[in-house]
């Protein structure tokens, strides 16, 4: 099992305030996604990164995955209270039963406060 | 267009009863993965199933504990004689092939063994 490390754990923040979160590892992926996820619901994917050193916007979101694939962060533009869940990062490797093993790291937990 | 449909939601079970979880994958999708959920734990990965095939059940412990994806219905995730420790939020998620891109989860399961 690859670990991966996130942090912070916990983040609190009120709206307007620009925050970024990171998800670190010792191992190589092949593809590196991130999911948010609310009380009592599954995770929702955010973003998939494939190439070392790509940067992906989705609106107020800026997600990089390092060039050596085995980082990556997500970074907030003025947060709004909407932005508030769990975030997840799941970096996907090639395994020789399954094709492609998913691990999660534990999360990030973002609350933003008006 | 309904995505992936997980039931029950909720599920309390006594010491030693059987646990059904069932899920429906999104339409289109043959992959089915299913996780568990713990507090500060994160997602653990147990099984990856294709329909009539169990791909990788590496994460899933070997006792008390089956998965199926039968040719026709949803997958099942079957744990028998149920244990306090088996308490947990259970996802089940799709795709549509085995490249890893995203899945796409549902809501859960939320098991409470008493």
């Known amino acids: 099992t690859q670990l991966l490390e996130q942090s912070p754990q916990f983040l609190s923040i009120q709206e307007g305030e620009n925050l970024t979160v990171y998800c670190n590892s010792s191992?190589?992926?092949?593809?590196l996604q991130w999911y948010r996820q609310e009380p009592g619901e599954g995770p929702v994917l955010l973003v998939t990164?494939?190439?070392?050193?790509e940067v992906k916007k989705l609106k107020r979101l800026t997600f990089q995955f390092g060039d050596a694939r085995k980082d990556s962060s997500l970074h907030i533009t003025a947060a709004q209270p909407g932005d508030t869940g769990l975030y997840l990062c799941?970096?996907?490797?090639?395994?020789?039963?399954?094709?492609?093993?998913?691990?999660f790291g534990k999360g990030t937990s973002l609350l933003v406060t008006p | 267009n309904a995505g992936v449909m997980q039931n029950p939601r909720h599920l309390v079970r006594r010491r030693g009863q059987e646990a059904r979880l069932r899920c429906s994958p999104m339409?289109?999708?043959?992959?089915v993965y299913w996780y568990r959920q713990l507090p500060e734990e994160g997602l653990k990965f147990m099984v990856y199933?294709?329909?009539?095939?169990?791909?990788?059940e590496s994460g899933m412990p070997k006792e008390r504990f089956s998965a199926e994806f039968p040719k026709e219905g949803p997958s099942i995730l079957r744990i028998q004689q149920v244990v306090r420790g088996d308490s947990a939020a259970y996802f089940c998620?799709?795709?549509?092939?085995?490249?890893?891109?995203?899945?796409?989860f549902g809501s859960g399961t939320r098991l409470t063994v008493v």
């Open positions: 998620a799709s795709s549509p092939t085995t490249e890893n891109y995203g899945y796409t």
């Open positions: 191992s190589v992926f092949s593809s």
């Open positions: 990164v494939v190439t070392g050193g």
């Open positions: 799941a970096g996907a490797s090639r395994n020789s039963n399954s094709g492609y093993a998913l691990n």
């Open positions: 339409k289109g999708h043959s992959h």
């Open positions: 199933l294709q329909k009539e095939n169990i791909i990788d």
